[in-house]
């Protein structure tokens, strides 16, 4: 086991690394860090409303005024003590004031610290309200799944007119919460029963057979801690698989399309290239010496000469060529340069000029171009270069990079819960 030697904390760190990944686990880790401490007494929370008793409850079952007592809301924070090896909490009531923190104390001491739950309801109050069904409930809900046990009390009885009226409120509780056990219970008359001597009213306030029956479920803390704390682990461990199973399928889908997009782009611009090699070989076939390559005189400059016809021939067939290719990075995005490329001339931003330039007038340069192997390797290799610094590649590309780190994350986050399990607190 991993234990706190006093200067680290073991658990923080192991948790972030979850939290991190399942933010939505805070509150059970928060619990597992409750179940690590090694030796910690069973914890008894008295939950209900003000006013019903709860402290006075709490003085009873310990034999000691050491919670306060008053007819007003007094219990406002998380008051404990601890007796007889049990740690026993006093929270604020259900209708505390959540403007204070007083609901947040409620919910530590609940849901968090409590080992065992005293439900409390006042006999005299009658039917459970909306709140206390709803808590119960949940409470009731929770033992079945981590077998912290929840005791109904039904306080101050002393209260009812006679055991007719007591009986028709506990079977109306009853009937709220099919299969509940009641316990009722009178602290008036423990008291009455200690400070006299009366064993016959003390029997009859309940507080011993509460008392016994709180033993037998204290005894029972340390077995349904363990299986809480599996269980919890268990959990977060089934919700990190299936993150790391998602997150993986996520990252080779990924990977896959921007596999599929490059080839895609790599086998189209191909196939272009080929039909712009087959289009350009009538141009490219010239019988004798090339028009193209006679030069113009100044005599020439305003004439339509043959060198001048075969050069707009050629440029014709470039143009045809460019319009090829453009059409084909236009379908794959690949239309503007990257910003750090740019520049104040706007129409000559585009991944044609880059690599093309403006035209072509000579049958040697078209043929090097598009027809010979380095030069078409050349040109292929530049519109791959410019296709990967595309828009819509590069977010693909922060896409995947987020899909790895995602996976990377939730993979730590496993390892930490598989340290977790060890870990033991002072």
């Given at each position: 086991?991993?234990?706190?030697?006093?200067?680290?904390?073991?658990?923080?760190?192991?948790?972030?690394?979850?939290l991190?990944?399942?933010?939505?686990?805070?509150?059970?880790?928060?619990?597992?860090?409750?179940?690590?401490?090694?030796?910690?007494?069973?914890?008894?929370?008295?939950?209900?409303?003000?006013?019903?008793?709860?402290?006075?409850?709490?003085?009873?079952?310990?034999?000691?005024?050491?919670?306060?007592?008053?007819?007003?809301?007094?219990?406002?924070?998380?008051?404990?003590?601890?007796?007889?090896?049990?740690?026993?909490?006093?929270?604020?009531?259900?209708?505390?004031?959540?403007?204070?923190?007083?609901?947040?104390?409620?919910?530590?001491?609940?849901?968090?610290?409590?080992?065992?739950?005293?439900?409390?309801?006042?006999?005299?109050?009658?039917?459970?309200?909306?709140?206390?069904?709803?808590?119960?409930?949940?409470?009731?809900?929770?033992?079945?799944?981590?077998?912290?046990?929840?005791?109904?009390?039904?306080?101050?009885?002393?209260?009812?007119?006679?055991?007719?009226?007591?009986?028709?409120?506990?079977?109306?509780?009853?009937?709220?919460?099919?299969?509940l056990?009641?316990?009722?219970?009178?602290?008036?008359?423990?008291?009455?029963g200690?400070?006299?001597?009366?064993?016959?009213?003390?029997?009859?306030?309940?507080?011993?057979?509460?008392?016994?029956?709180?033993?037998?479920?204290?005894?029972?803390?340390?077995?349904?801690?363990?299986?809480?704390?599996?269980?919890?682990?268990?959990?977060?461990?089934?919700?990190?698989?299936?993150?790391?199973?998602?997150?993986?399928?996520?990252?080779?889908?990924?990977?896959?399309?921007?596999?599929?997009?490059?080839?895609?782009?790599?086998?189209?611009?191909?196939a272009?290239?080929?039909k712009?090699?087959?289009?350009?070989?009538p141009?490219?076939?010239?019988?004798?010496?090339?028009?193209?390559?006679?030069p113009?005189?100044?005599?020439?400059?305003?004439?339509?000469?043959?060198?001048?016809?075969?050069?707009?021939?050629?440029?014709?067939?470039?143009?045809?060529?460019?319009?090829?290719?453009?059409a084909?990075?236009?379908?794959?995005?690949?239309?503007?340069?990257p910003?750090?490329?740019?520049?104040?001339?706007?129409?000559?931003?585009?991944?044609?000029?880059?690599?093309?330039?403006?035209?072509?007038?000579?049958?040697?340069?078209?043929?090097?171009?598009?027809?010979?192997?380095?030069?078409?390797?050349?040109?292929?290799?530049?519109?791959?270069?410019?296709y990967?610094?595309?828009?819509?590649r590069?977010?693909?590309?922060?896409?995947?990079?987020h899909?790895?780190?995602?996976?990377?994350?939730?993979?730590?986050?496993?390892?930490?819960?598989?340290?977790?399990?060890?870990?033991?607190?002072?």
């Amino acid at each position: 086991m991993q234990k706190n030697t006093g200067y680290s904390d073991p658990f923080a760190p192991l948790a972030s690394e979850i939290l991190a990944v399942a933010p939505g686990r805070a509150h059970d880790l928060a619990r597992l860090r409750v179940l690590a401490q090694r030796a910690a007494p069973a914890t008894v929370t008295v939950v209900g409303k003000y006013n019903h008793g709860k402290s006075r409850l709490l003085n009873e079952l310990m034999g000691s005024d050491v919670f306060a007592v008053a007819d007003r809301r007094e219990t406002v924070r998380l008051s404990e003590h601890r007796h007889a090896d049990v740690r026993w909490l006093d929270a604020p009531g259900l209708d505390a004031d959540v403007a204070e923190q007083d609901d947040s104390h409620a919910q530590e001491a609940t849901w968090l610290q409590a080992d065992i739950r005293l439900f409390v309801h006042a006999a005299k109050e009658g039917e459970l309200d909306a709140a206390e069904r709803a808590l119960l409930q949940a409470l009731r809900d929770d033992q079945q799944r981590t077998r912290r046990q929840t005791l109904f009390v039904l306080t101050q009885v002393d209260q009812m007119a006679d055991e007719a009226q007591l009986e028709r409120v506990s079977n109306a509780i009853a009937a709220q919460a099919p299969g509940l056990t009641l316990h009722p219970v009178s602290s008036t008359r423990h008291r009455s029963g200690i400070e006299g001597g009366k064993k016959l009213l003390l029997e009859k306030s309940g507080i011993p057979a509460l008392q016994a029956w709180l033993r037998d479920v204290t005894a029972q803390v340390p077995a349904a801690r363990r299986h809480e704390r599996a269980l919890l682990l268990d959990e977060i461990d089934q919700q990190l698989q299936h993150q790391q199973r998602s997150a993986q399928t996520q990252l080779q889908a990924l990977r896959q399309q921007q596999h599929q997009q490059r080839q895609d782009f790599e086998q189209g611009l191909e196939a272009v290239l080929d039909k712009v090699h087959q289009d350009l070989l009538p141009v490219l076939e010239v019988e004798g010496d090339d028009p193209a390559l006679v030069p113009d005189t100044a005599a020439d400059e305003f004439k339509l000469t043959a060198g001048k016809r075969e050069r707009a021939r050629i440029h014709v067939a470039y143009s045809r060529a460019c319009i090829a290719i453009r059409a084909h990075l236009i379908k794959h995005g690949v239309e503007g340069l990257p910003a750090d490329q740019r520049t104040s001339v706007t129409s000559l931003d585009t991944v044609m000029v880059a690599v093309m330039g403006i035209s072509i007038k000579y049958r040697a340069d078209l043929r090097r171009r598009f027809c010979e192997p380095v030069g078409r390797g050349q040109m292929t290799q530049s519109f791959l270069h410019y296709y990967e610094l595309s828009e819509d590649r590069q977010a693909l590309v922060q896409a995947v990079a987020h899909a790895d780190a995602e996976l990377h994350a939730v993979t730590r986050a496993a390892d930490a819960l598989e340290q977790l399990r060890a870990v033991e607190l002072a």
